[in-house]
């Protein structure tokens, strides 16, 4: 698998990442199968992962996709695992909390659930609006002072909020969606390109329902013909496109999908055939 900067650091990271979240919420595999998926995944390369602590079935179960992990590849140093804090489940709703004490004590809980005393990547889940953003932000620079965390990432964030935030702490990367159904974050991750700052793609084949979706477009059945690949795949391939720091973080719950995500790295497409992807519409009905 080829790897990319992470940010402005010294690390590299797989190009092509794995997305915990469906090991751990409604509808997850048993736990050993979980850890069969991952450990696919990071044999086909994907030794970048990404989770948070609130991939879980609700407040009961915090933790639940970073210990998975932790126990499928825990001590790997060829691993590389991002978490997240800033929102809480409870009774398995999602809701945001970006408060100081809140993103303060998610940390010392996914450390313990990592088993680390540095998190490798740290993110801010998602901006709350009761919450002052620069507060927010203030909370894991005390944490990076402590040593809490290596590099800091942003999640679900516009352009100006980058901004904000890189006058507390160096952003080393910006999590937002970005998939053929939903592209109001192109500008973002071509932004992200410029700067340097690792944008990492989540839901980057739509997602459930979406996903599924994906091979009734003629466009992407003729495309996955001509190179030899799934319709995922091209889609992935797409993603990558539209950004020179882009780092699609594909989920899977079977390993034929985990390792599919890792292949779809050998896909280049062309210009006439980003062109064509990008002038189709997606419809998501």
């Not at 945001?96 to 450390?111: F, L, Q, T, V, Y």
């Not at 910006?174 to 592209?183: A, C, D, G, S, T």
């Not at 739509?206 to 795949?233: M, N, T, Y």
Request: glycine content about 8%; hydrophobic content about 40%.
């Amino acid at each position: 698998m080829k790897t990319v900067p992470l940010g402005s650091s010294d690390e590299r990271i797989s190009a092509i990442g794995f997305g915990g979240m469906p090991l751990s919420i409604q509808g997850r595999p048993d736990e050993e199968t979980g850890r069969r998926v991952i450990h696919a995944a990071v044999d086909a390369g994907m030794t970048f992962i990404d989770t948070a602590d609130v991939y879980c079935l609700d407040d009961r179960d915090i933790g639940h996709n970073e210990r998975l992990i932790a126990s499928a590849v825990g001590g790997r140093s060829d691993v590389k695992i991002a978490t997240k804090a800033g929102l809480r489940r409870p009774r398995g709703a999602w809701t945001n909390d970006g408060s100081p004490a809140h993103i303060k004590e998610a940390c010392e809980r996914s450390r313990r659930a990592l088993g680390v005393d540095e998190i490798f990547l740290y993110q801010f889940h998602a901006p709350d609006a009761r919450v002052p953003f620069e507060a927010s932000i203030e909370a894991f620079a005390e944490l990076h002072r402590q040593k809490k965390f290596r590099y800091f990432g942003l999640s679900n964030v516009s352009i100006a909020q980058i901004d904000a935030a890189e006058r507390i702490l160096p952003v080393m990367s910006v999590q937002n969606r970005l998939n053929p159904y939903f592209r109001e974050n192109v500008k973002v991750a071509a932004e992200c390109g410029r700067r340097g700052i690792t944008f990492l793609a989540y839901s980057p084949v739509g997602g459930g329902r979406l996903a599924k979706k994906l091979p009734q477009f003629d466009l992407l059945i003729e495309l996955a013909r001509k190179h030899g690949a799934s319709v995922h795949a091209i889609v992935l391939a797409w993603v990558r496109s539209k950004g020179s720091t882009v780092v699609p973080i594909p989920a899977a719950r079977s390993i034929e999908h985990a390792v599919d995500s890792a292949k779809s790295i050998d896909v280049q497409l062309s210009v006439e055939e980003l062109a064509a992807i990008d002038e189709t519409d997606f419809d998501r009905s």
